[in-house]
Structure formats: C-alpha cells, structure tokens
C-alpha cells in the first residue's frame, strides 16, 4: 500500500469499493474471482456512461488485489487488454484542449494591476500564483511545494528547491532547483519584486512552523491546496477576460510552454523547465546547451510584442 501515491489511493479506492459491491451482489469471492469476472465489473462500468481513462484506472485497481494463476497481472491479461483497446475505439480519451489562450493578454492584465506594492493582499497572492505558473511551467501541485525554508535569494534571483514528493519523482530523479529571474525592465510582471512583497506581508499572519510559500489570504491563513491554486489562477484567467467555462487554472502549465515555444526556446528546453519526464533522454540526444531561463525568456518576448 505504500508504494501508491495519495492520489493513486484516492482514485483506486473508488473503483475498489465498486468492485466489492459487484462482487456481493453476483456472490463472488472477490479475492479469487476470474478474468471473466473482471471483465464483466469493466463492463458494468462501460455501460454506466465512463470513459476508457476510468475504466484504464478500473483496470490497474483490479490488478492491484486480483490474483490470477502463472503470476499473470489482470491489467496484461490477452482479453483484458483486447477489452481496453475496444473501450477506447468506443470512447478515446483525446487531448482536452484543441486550442489555448494567449499568454500575452494575462500578463497585459497583471500589468496593468501594477507594482506589488500597490495590492492588497488578495489581489497580490492571485497575480503571484499566476506569476509563477506562467514563468515556471510547472503543474498546480509543484507551485504549492514551494517552501521558503528551500528558498535561496541571491542577486536578482530567487531559488527553490523542491523537498517533497511530486507527480513525476522517481527513484533517482527529481525535478531540479527552480529559478526565478528577476525583471527590472517592469516592475510590475517581476516574480521576484512579488515574491519579496508576498513574504513581507505573510510573515506576520502564517501559522507557526508552517513555512510553505502560498497560505491562504483567509483566516486561518493556512498552506493552500492544488485545488487553491487552480482556483486563484483561474480567478485571474476570467478576469484577464479568458474563457474560464473551457479553460480551467490547470491551463496555465500548457499555455505557458506553448508560448515559450513562440519565444525561441528548444523543445529541450521547454521539456528541462517543464520537468517532464523524457526530458533527460531528449537532452542526451540534442546537441546545443540547455542554459536559457524560461521564465526570462517569456517576459522578454512579451515586452518585445507588446513594445
């Protein structure tokens, strides 16, 4: 049980109870039940309106606790996976987005918000949260690993190291140290000048010991959540005026890299500052440095554009 992930657990441990649901109700041992069992509770869910990525994880649930003779893992069996691949020729699970927004036109609006200085307190946890996912690429869950206490400042940049778990660690490799350049040309789109001002202003108001970077703007003004920092990025997506009914906070990770990609920077690069998992082996094979800033080099396209 402990080599599953929180959120591997969350998602199992649905599909597990209707497993055990299906079991009772057809008088089967669910410890011992056969392939035709399990494909059969597959099908119940087919049929109840899901989609092959639930019905995948259905699969990957059932071969957690699904014994089968010869040490054949449910998920491998030939029909069960002849099953999936009928599922998803019913029911593809395709790409969310066929489109995205322009990066651009979010941060003219948090330009015009002004200098940190200026905001309250609200208004300046929204526009730095969206300030790092926008200049880091990286998902909603790394934005909230940010730790202060694995914060390095050092001449015009800020450094974090990221000390715990995250989607993608593996044995042997974990996402390198995040850094954040700063941008006197605007003060006002400067992740460092925001990051400065939102440690002042926190310090005062955050729980003892507690030294994640993003807390809540509320009372008990504690560490916030995934779901947190999807909601406030989304916030200033709609307010940027961005269709929020399509696009969720989460977008921000796609919009971000695609516009870097406009920006002149390699897929190596986009790949290195995203830290997506094949972006070791891509780096092996490419044959220029990876030494360019992806935060930096998206402000300075936009300032170039926008000039």
Not at 42 to 62: E, K, P, V
Not at 183 to 195: A, G, K, N
Not at 278 to 284: D, G, H, I, L, M
Request: glycine fraction near 6%.
């Amino acid at each position: 049980m402990a080599s599953w992930r929180t959120g591997t657990t969350k998602q199992y441990e649905v599909y597990l109870k209707r497993w055990e649901q299906f079991c009772q109700s057809q008088g089967i041992n669910r410890f011992n039940a056969s392939v035709e069992n399990g494909i059969d509770f597959l099908a119940t869910l087919f049929t109840s309106g899901l989609g092959y990525s639930a019905i995948n994880t259905a699969r990957s649930a059932l071969s957690s606790v699904l014994i089968l003779p010869n040490n054949i893992t449910f998920g491998a069996h030939p029909p069960v996976a002849r099953f999936l691949k009928g599922v998803f020729e019913l029911k593809p699970s395709l790409p969310r987005y066929s489109s995205i927004w322009d990066v651009s036109i979010v941060l003219q609006h948090l330009r015009s918000l002004g200098p940190p200085t200026q905001l309250d307190l609200k208004s300046l946890t929204k526009k730095t949260t969206m300030l790092l996912c926008l200049l880091t690429g990286q998902r909603c869950q790394t934005i909230t690993k940010l730790d202060t206490a694995l914060m390095q400042e050092l001449p015009g940049t800020i450094v974090f190291t990221i000390g715990d778990k995250l989607k993608t660690t593996r044995p042997g490799k974990h996402l390198a140290p995040i850094e954040l350049l700063a941008y006197p040309r605007d003060e006002s789109i400067c992740v460092v000048s925001h990051l400065k001002q939102y440690i002042a202003c926190t310090k005062s108001i955050r729980v003892t010991h507690n030294t994640q970077l993003l807390i809540s703007y509320a009372k008990p003004h504690k560490p916030v959540s995934n779901s947190t920092v999807g909601k406030w990025a989304k916030s200033v997506l709609k307010d940027s005026g961005i269709d929020t009914v399509t696009f969720s906070g989460n977008s921000a990770r796609p919009a971000s890299t695609s516009y870097g990609a406009l920006t002149g920077l390699t897929l190596a690069e986009i790949l290195k500052a995203g830290g997506w998992t094949n972006a070791q082996t891509f780096a092996k094979h490419y044959h220029k440095p990876i030494e360019v800033n992806f935060g930096a080099s998206i402000l300075s396209h936009f300032q170039n554009i926008s000039e």
